[in-house]
């Protein structure tokens, strides 16, 4: 499968696609690992995007695994009807959850891989001892809620613990930045340890979206650990 066949993996976000032509856009970024989901309810973040049915919808038509990103409340309740859809990935957000532990078990158990992610402003020293219940930790690269903000250099920090973590633990962690990617950027997340990169704008709104993709991944390649 793409997601695991190389070093990095670039997931681009549909969040900049053109929601009334989906699976058109699907097409466009068939060279990418996974596509990123992001999944807003419009009371976690102020904004509001798909719910399970759109994400089932998606999964059937789409050539490469869906890296679902949850920006909702009550993740605990919510987040295993996306991996019971067939999800490759769910991540859901630390500030949300009540119980980070048992859901991403209960995603483990359901086949999809479990992902916890942070908002900027959000330390990541608390989750660290979480970290063999997990198989993708997210930085937020800026505020979760809209495509097209610009990339906060300050939350690399957060990078650099979690990869001295992760490699002391020896477990297959990917490690995920979301937010202000673009060709530069990305050669600063992937010098502080990241290995999985969203980027929505810089890859739907380029004109060649495949191009875009292989110059992100080759920065990418040239800079990650
Ligand atoms: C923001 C979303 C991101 C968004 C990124 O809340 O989680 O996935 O699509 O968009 P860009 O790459 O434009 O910052
Ligand atoms: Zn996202």
Excluded: C
């Excluded at 969040?15 to 009334?20: G, R, S, V």
């Excluded at 990617?181 to 980027?199: C, D, R, Y």
């Amino acid at each position: 499968m793409a997601a695991t066949s190389s070093r990095v993996r670039i997931n681009p976000s549909i969040l900049t696609a053109d929601f009334a032509n989906l699976e058109h856009e699907l097409g466009r970024i068939a060279t990418a690992d996974l596509v990123h989901v992001d999944v807003m309810d419009n009371h976690f973040v102020p904004n509001l995007t798909f719910g399970p049915r759109m994400v089932e919808s998606l999964q059937r038509v789409s050539t490469i695994p869906l890296d679902i990103h949850l920006m909702i409340d009550d993740p605990d309740h919510w987040a295993p009807g996306y991996a019971e859809a067939g999800a490759y990935s769910v991540t859901f957000h630390a500030e949300a959850v009540k119980d980070a532990v048992a859901l991403a078990r209960r995603l483990r158990d359901i086949g999809a891989r479990a992902g916890i992610a942070v908002k900027p402003q959000t330390p990541i020293e608390p989750y660290l001892e979480l970290l063999p219940d997990f198989d993708q930790v997210l930085v937020m690269t800026v505020e979760p809620g809209f495509g097209g903000q610009s990339f906060m250099e300050e939350t690399m920090p957060k990078l650099a613990v979690l990869a001295d973590a992760v490699a002391k633990s020896g477990l297959d962690i990917w490690l995920q930045v979301d937010g202000g990617i673009n060709e530069h950027t990305i050669v600063t997340a992937a010098e502080a340890g990241a290995n999985t990169f969203v980027a929505g704008s810089s890859v739907f709104n380029a004109g060649d979206p495949a191009a875009q993709i292989a110059t992100l991944r080759a920065a990418a390649e040239a800079h990650a650990h």
